[in-house]
C-alpha cells in the first residue's frame, strides 16, 4: 500500500537548512518526512486520549504540549 504523505518535500530542505545543513539529499528530505509525519501521528493519538479524558472531542494545544513530552 502506498503511503500518503502531508507534510511537503520542500518543508524539510528548509529545516535542515535551517538546521545548518548547506545541501540535502532528496532520500534525507524524504526519511525526515517519514520520521516527523510517524512522530506528528504518536502525538495526535496521546492528545486525542487527553482530550477524551477530558471531556473534550476537540485537541487544544495543552494537549498537545502534554502529549509531546
Same mark, same amino acid.
Given at each position: !500500500? *502506498?503511503?500518503? #504523505? $502531508? =507534510?511537503?518535500?520542500? *518543508? !524539510?530542505? @528548509? =529545516? =535542515?537548512? @535551517?538546521?545548518?545543513?548547506?545541501?540535502?539529499?532528496? &532520500?534525507? @528530505?524524504?526519511? =525526515?518526512?517519514?520520521? %516527523?509525519?510517524?512522530?506528528?501521528? &504518536? $502525538?495526535? !493519538?496521546? *492528545? %486525542?486520549?487527553?482530550? #477524551?479524558?477530558?471531556?473534550? @472531542?476537540? $485537541?487544544?494545544?495543552?494537549? $498537545?504540549?502534554?502529549?509531546?513530552?
Amino acid at each position: !500500500m *502506498a503511503r500518503s #504523505n $502531508i =507534510l511537503p518535500v520542500a *518543508a !524539510m530542505e @528548509k =529545516l =535542515l537548512k @535551517k538546521a545548518g545543513a548547506p545541501r540535502v539529499s532528496e &532520500e534525507a @528530505k524524504e526519511a =525526515l518526512r517519514e520520521v %516527523l509525519e510517524d512522530k506528528a501521528a &504518536e $502525538i495526535g !493519538m496521546q *492528545a %486525542l486520549k487527553f482530550a #477524551n479524558h477530558s471531556g473534550r @472531542k476537540t $485537541i487544544k494545544r495543552a494537549d $498537545i504540549k502534554l502529549a509531546s513530552k
